[in-house]
C-alpha cells in the first residue's frame, strides 16, 4: 500500500465550478498535512496546510481532514483557468521528519 | 520567489562530467532537503539536513554526494551519473523537520 495515495486524474471540472481533489494516507500516526500546486515545469508550491481534524478555508480554497478515515481532502471554489495545474498531498508521518508525496492529481479547469 | 535558490537552472552532463548544484535559502530555516522528481512518480526524497548535519539518506546511490556547510546552503555533487538519473532536482527548506517546505525553482538535469 502506498504511503499517501491521490487519483492522478485528469480531473476536469468547469470554470466557475466547485473542485474537490482527495488524497488518502497511511500511517496513523501522522499529523501535519500540506497542499501543494505544480504547473507544468515549475515546482511545487505551497497552498494549504492542516493539522487538525475539520476545515480550514483561505479564499478559494478549503482543506478538509478527517484522521479518522484518513483522509484529507482539497476543495477550490470557483475554478479559474489559472487553477489548471498538478495537486500534491503531502503528509508528515507520526514524529517524521520529513514529508512524503502522493503522485499528484492533474486538475484542468475549461472554459 | 520562496526564499530559495537553485543554480543552475538547467545542465546537460555526460555520464563521465563531474558537476554540482547549488542550493540557498533565504529564509532563515534549519532543515534542508534533496528531492528527486521524475516523470510520473512522487517526488523521491533523498537527503535531509537539520542544522547542517545530514539525518536522512534515503538509500541513494552514491553517485550523488551531498554537502551542506551551513543551514543556508546545500550542494549536491554529481558524478558518473547514468541516464536514468534525468529528473528534476529539488531543493527545499523548512523551520523545522518535517515542517511545511518551500521548494527552489529546481534544476532540469539531463544526462547523456
Known amino acids: 500500500q502506498k504511503e499517501v495515495e491521490q487519483n492522478s486524474g485528469p480531473l476536469s471540472v468547469p470554470e466557475g465550478a466547485i473542485a474537490s481533489l482527495n488524497c488518502t494516507y497511511s500511517?496513523?500516526?501522522?499529523?501535519?498535512f500540506f497542499w501543494y500546486r505544480q504547473y507544468s515545469g515549475k515546482s511545487p508550491e505551497l497552498i494549504m496546510f492542516?493539522?487538525?481534524?475539520g476545515d480550514k478555508e483561505d479564499g478559494r480554497f478549503t482543506a478538509q481532514l478527517n484522521k479518522a478515515s484518513q483522509y484529507v481532502s482539497l476543495l477550490i471554489r470557483d475554478s479559474q483557468p489559472s487553477d489548471s495545474a498538478t495537486y500534491l498531498c503531502?503528509?508528515?508521518?507520526?514524529?517524521?521528519?520529513?514529508?512524503?508525496f502522493g503522485t499528484g492529481t492533474q486538475l484542468k479547469v475549461e472554459l | 520567489e520562496t526564499g530559495v535558490t537553485q543554480t543552475p537552472r538547467h545542465l546537460v552532463m555526460g555520464m563521465t562530467n563531474k558537476k554540482s548544484l547549488k542550493c540557498e535559502q533565504h529564509?532563515?530555516?534549519?532543515?534542508m532537503y534533496w528531492y528527486k522528481q521524475s516523470a510520473k512518480k512522487p517526488l523521491e526524497l533523498m537527503f535531509v539536513?537539520?542544522?547542517?548535519?545530514?539525518?536522512e539518506n534515503n538509500s541513494v546511490p552514491s553517485r550523488f554526494s551531498p554537502e551542506c556547510p551551513n543551514s543556508s546552503h546545500l550542494f549536491l555533487h554529481l558524478h558518473t551519473l547514468q541516464p536514468e538519473d534525468s529528473a528534476l532536482y529539488l531543493c527545499?527548506?523548512?523551520?523545522?523537520?518535517?515542517?511545511?517546505?518551500?521548494f527552489g525553482p529546481g534544476t532540469r538535469l539531463t544526462v547523456l
Open positions: 539536513y537539520n542544522f547542517k548535519e545530514q539525518t
Open positions: 529564509l532563515g530555516h534549519n532543515a
Open positions: 500511517d496513523r500516526g501522522s499529523q501535519s
Open positions: 503531502a503528509v508528515n508521518p507520526g514524529g517524521g521528519n520529513k514529508l512524503t
Open positions: 492542516i493539522y487538525s481534524n
Open positions: 527545499a527548506s523548512s523551520q523545522g523537520l518535517g515542517d511545511r517546505g518551500f
